[in-house]
């Protein structure tokens, strides 16, 4: 059955030893002034601030990152006190003079994630071990009532292979864990769902910032 379009994000699968995960959270930060939205599941990268801890939405889905974005906390002023958030809604005005948002971010190189893959073309087993691309207009476009990501594969011709820049390596197609007739679980249509790893990620780069 072909597979339906309902991206999610990137949405944690296990770590890749198999021990139990802790989901590897790292407490970053986000600049209260950013105006981009960040969903649960969405990749994020460092913030063009020279030297800083904070992290925005990536310019494009080709690029190294932090990690996956896991929720925020920040002071929202219409109700007086600090809130939990499973998405940052971008600029969040008067609460800027609290200072930065707190942000929880997946960045442990060794954790699994699946992901649905865009409509541009059909992922399948024969792409197991190759690196990949997101789909950069995906993120930052999640629903606002889950906070749920709507990031996806970017699955054309010339962003799956063996370049090393690309954030995420296919490690295996979700069909192999999920009963059959599951949405994603068609590897012959495009959507499919793919189980991904960290590729280049800030945690897994030898070389370090100049700035």
Same mark, same amino acid.
């Given at each position: 059955m072909?597979?339906?379009?309902?991206?999610?994000?990137?949405?944690?699968f296990?770590?890749?030893?198999?021990s139990a995960?802790?989901?590897?959270?790292?407490?970053?930060?986000?600049?209260?002034?950013?105006t981009?939205?960040?969903?649960?599941g969405?990749?994020?990268a460092?913030?063009?601030?020279?030297g800083?801890?904070?992290?925005?939405?990536?310019?494009?889905?080709?690029?190294?990152?932090?990690?996956?974005f896991?929720?925020?906390?920040?002071?929202? *002023? #219409?109700?007086?006190?600090?809130?939990?958030?499973?998405y940052?809604?971008g600029?969040? %005005? !008067?609460?800027?003079? $609290?200072? @930065?948002?707190?942000?929880?971010?997946?960045?442990?190189?060794?954790?699994q994630?699946?992901?649905?893959g865009?409509?541009?073309?059909?992922?399948g087993?024969?792409?197991?071990?190759?690196?990949?691309?997101y789909?950069?207009?995906?993120?930052?476009q999640?629903?606002?009532?889950t906070?749920?990501?709507?990031?996806?594969?970017?699955?054309?011709?010339?962003?799956?292979?063996?370049?090393?820049?690309?954030?995420?390596?296919?490690?295996?197609?979700? *069909? #192999?864990?999920?009963?059959?007739g599951?949405?994603?679980t068609?590897?012959?249509?495009? %959507? !499919?769902?793919?189980? $991904?790893? @960290?590729?280049?990620w800030?945690?897994?780069?030898?070389?370090?910032?100049?700035?």
């Amino acid at each position: 059955m072909a597979n339906t379009i309902a991206p999610f994000g990137f949405r944690s699968f296990g770590h890749r030893d198999g021990s139990a995960p802790t989901m590897g959270f790292e407490r970053r930060f986000i600049i209260s002034s950013d105006t981009a939205q960040i969903f649960t599941g969405d990749p994020v990268a460092n913030s063009s601030v020279a030297g800083s801890p904070y992290i925005t939405l990536p310019t494009t889905g080709t690029v190294e990152v932090v990690g996956i974005f896991g929720g925020c906390e920040y002071y929202n *002023s #219409n109700v007086g006190r600090v809130v939990w958030a499973p998405y940052f809604p971008g600029n969040i %005005g !008067a609460n800027a003079t $609290v200072g @930065p948002v707190t942000a929880y971010v997946i960045t442990d190189p060794e954790m699994q994630f699946i992901v649905q893959g865009s409509t541009s073309a059909v992922l399948g087993s024969s792409v197991v071990g190759w690196n990949i691309a997101y789909l950069s207009t995906s993120v930052g476009q999640g629903n606002t009532t889950t906070g749920i990501s709507a990031a996806s594969l970017m699955s054309s011709a010339g962003t799956v292979g063996a370049n090393s820049s690309f954030p995420f390596r296919i490690v295996d197609v979700y *069909s #192999n864990f999920a009963p059959p007739g599951v949405n994603g679980t068609d590897n012959t249509t495009a %959507g !499919a769902i793919m189980v $991904v790893a @960290p590729n280049n990620w800030d945690r897994k780069t030898l070389t370090g910032a100049t700035t």
